[in-house]
């Protein structure tokens, strides 16, 4: 049967573990993609390390492959904007040149976001993904939290696991989400993670 977190977090289509480290966020994100209620996810994280992490525990886990998608949050934007330039504005060749993150941060969010509001966009989501898990939300910029606003408006399943105490990323002109606007957007689940998942951040 599975842990009362992973009931928890499917209990709802905007779920949100909150957690401290090492109490098992990464642990739930690998228990919710090897769901057979899951389908198929869209996995998201920061860092080509977090990547990393969770790659390792879903093969820990024995997750088919073709039950997840896994990636930055900035690379997916970046890389399913490019694939719609008509309707995201950035250049379907933009991963063939260095890339000014700088420059084109604004670019390839809100394009995102446009692609993810599109006839189009929404049909290839739904066509691919049943949902989306996003690993270390307190780190997600206002930008990132846009799309996946776009997302939820689109009544795309969008379920987060963060904790406001470890927040380490944010720029001056791309601030981190505050932490009230995330408890507004998703619904937030402090104790999900209260002893049911095994320790393993």
Partial sequence: MANAAVEAMLGSTRSFAVAAAGCGKTELLGQLVADQRS???????H??????????????LRVPREKFHLDTIAGWCLRYG????????VQS??????IDWKRLTLQVY???????????GKRVLNASYDGVLIDEYQDCSERQHAVVRTLLSEHIACRGVGDPL????GFRDDPVVPWDTI???????????????????
Wanted: charged share 25%.
């Fill in 39 to 45: 389908g198929r996810q869209l996995v998201l994280t």
């Fill in 47 to 60: 860092t080509h390390a977090g990547v990393a992490a969770i790659k390792k525990r879903l093969a820990d």
């Fill in 82 to 89: 490019a694939a719609y330039p008509a309707i995201s504005g």
């Fill in 93 to 98: 060749d933009v991963e063939e040149h260095e």
């Fill in 110 to 120: 809100a394009g995102a976001a446009k692609v993810c509001s599109s006839t189009l």
């Fill in 166 to 169: 470890q927040t380490i990323f």
């Fill in 183 to 201: 408890k507004r957007d998703f619904n937030v689940l402090d104790d999900a993670l209260d002893g049911s998942v095994a320790l393993a951040a």
